[in-house]
């Protein structure tokens, strides 16, 4: 039975301007839990991560609003928060739409820890916009008081960022395997993982930093020896020229001419930038099919015949 590593972008959880309500997320993830329940009545079995921007945004919110009254948490500690919550969910839904279909198997989420390297030049350049935006006098604050770095972002207000270190491994690999092998269906690595340095004696710390979720989903469609890697989203694909006079969509793609497109930086950093490094590295990790499409179109996308695609 073929393994595929599907991941969920934000679009699966919460729509563009929606705020982010418990009633909004159940909504979105049992309509993602419709289109996931399909794939696997087809037969497949399935590695489920997703992102986490919006609801740790809120989480730091949480935490600001309860200065003084309860402790405030360090972002690690709030991935871990943002994985058992948007984990929860999922496993509801995935339930209640196999049973809709008449199945009946065991769905697990996996807290996960993702590992990165403590020399990672992203430590010594914070780019990762986290939470809200606040007023300049927060932000000095937050410097002086915790060494955060924050930045002026285009008039809007001041903005926390943080480093976005490379993912080299995930943790919990062998947790994971297993229960694949015995036939669970696995949610996790939530938010690209909580991000991890590992010290000289081999002990485990978190860190302040957001990886690419995309990038994470490679690491562990790779480690799983996963047939194919689908990274859904809120686009068709990849794009030349996004949004601009000659845009082009792009279907199925060689490796080594995506990643001519890659380096003439069609992608831009952030969003679709990794999601295309995921891809390609999958590809040369011994993939057999990597998928950037719609959400929507997870079925099509996982037999290889929609969205910019690479097979291996
Ligand atoms: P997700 O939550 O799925 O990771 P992102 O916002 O990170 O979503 O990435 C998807 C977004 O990438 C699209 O909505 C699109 O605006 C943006 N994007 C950037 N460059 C491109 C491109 N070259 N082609 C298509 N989409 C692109
Ligand atoms: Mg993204």
């Known amino acids: 039975m073929d393994t595929i590593v599907v991941a969920l972008g934000g679009n699966a959880i919460l729509q563009k301007g929606e ?60 991935g871990a928060q943002s994985q058992g919550m948007i984990g929860y969910m999922l496993q509801m839904c995935l339930r209640n739409a196999l049973r809709k279909l008449g199945l009946d198997m065991p769905i ?11 020399n990672d030049p992203a430590f010594s350049h914070p ?22 770095t924050w930045i002026e972002d285009a008039g809007r207000g001041w903005r926390r960022v943080v480093p976005s270190p490379e993912p080299k491994a995930i943790i919990e690999t062998p947790s994971i395997k297993s229960l694949v092998d015995q036939g669970h269906i696995v949610i996790c690595s939530g ?47 990849a794009a030349l020229n996004y949004r601009g006079a000659d845009e082009t969509w792009l279907g199925e793609v060689t490796l080594s001419k995506l990643a001519e497109y890659y380096h003439e930086s069609h992608f831009f950093e952030g969003s679709m930038r990794p999601k295309v490094k995921a891809i390609m590295r999958f590809i040369e990790h011994s993939g057999k099919i990597a998928v950037i499409a719609a959400l929507d179109k997870a079925r099509e996308a996982a037999l290889g015949q929609t969205g910019t695609r690479i097979l291996g």
């Open 191 to 237: 938010g690209g993982g909580i991000p991890v340095v590992e010290s000289e004696d081999g002990s485990l710390a978190g860190v302040e930093a957001v990886i690419e979720k995309d990038l994470s989903a490679e690491r562990l469609a790779s480690s799983v020896k996963a047939t194919s890697l689908i990274i859904l989203t809120d686009v068709n694909g």
């Open 108 to 118: 697990s989420t996996v807290i996960t820890q993702a590992l990165v390297d403590k």
């Open 19 to 78: 705020k982010g309500t418990a009633e909004d997320q159940r909504r979105n993830i049992q309509n993602t839990a419709a289109q996931l329940a399909g794939l696997i009545k087809e037969g497949y079995r399935l590695v489920i991560t997703h992102g986490n921007g919006p609801q740790v945004g809120n989480i730091l919110i949480q935490n600001e609003a309860g200065r003084g009254k309860v402790p405030e948490m360090p972002m690690d500690i709030c």
């Open 127 to 148: 780019t990762k916009p986290v939470g809200p935006f606040y007023s300049e006098e927060w932000a000095q604050e937050r410097m002086e008081r915790y060494g955060e």
